[in-house]
């Protein structure tokens, strides 16, 4: 019985292999990958012009690494606030400190993504902006649902 469960297991591991070795090299194409980027999803889903496109794309390469920065300060004042409650006994001073700097970066970030939706939207045309802000509000409602990506609980 073991015998026949491990010759059955191997078939469906070189299955899976083939498989995968069928289609990950199709996923990973550069054409293909593209894709799945913010800026080739947005240019489809608004069907934008290419001077859109492009204006879009400009706008996206000052913002991306920006945001990309200002969460990884936020990560860095959260593990220092993870640190501090984990001391005894607690200092509420420095937690109250720690709390405030990560309340700054929260708001530095949520402006920054606000304008930058802002500057979007006025490249649009009146139906891609009506279009863009509905996709906006659904995006925002989502994670208004719950903790997490996209309103998904993490307990």
């Known amino acids: 019985m073991r015998k026949r469960w491990f010759v059955i297991s191997v078939i469906v591991s070189l299955c899976a292999g083939v498989i995968l070795g069928l289609f990950v090299p199709h996923l ?5 990958a593209s894709h799945f980027t913010p800026n080739h999803f947005l240019a489809n889903y608004l069907s934008l012009s290419d001077s859109q496109r492009k204006k879009v794309e400009s706008l996206n390469r000052a913002f991306y690494p920006k945001i990309m920065r200002m969460r990884a300060q936020l990560a860095e004042k959260r593990a220092e606030l993870s640190e501090l409650l984990e001391e005894a006994p607690l ?5 109250e400190v720690k709390i405030n700097e990560i309340a700054h970066l ?9 304008n ?7 490249i649009l045309t009146p139906t891609q902006r009506k279009r863009f802000f509905s996709f ?3 995006r925002l409602r989502r994670r208004e649902k719950g903790w ?4 998904g609980k993490r307990f």
Do not use: P, S
């Open 106 to 114: 929260q708001a530095q970030l949520e402006k920054e993504v606000l």
């Open 136 to 138: 906006v509000r659904g």
């Open 28 to 32: 990973l194409r550069k054409d293909v």
């Open 148 to 151: 997490g990506r996209d309103g």
């Open 91 to 95: 200092n509420q001073e420095k937690i």
């Open 116 to 122: 930058h939706i802002g500057e979007v939207g006025q």
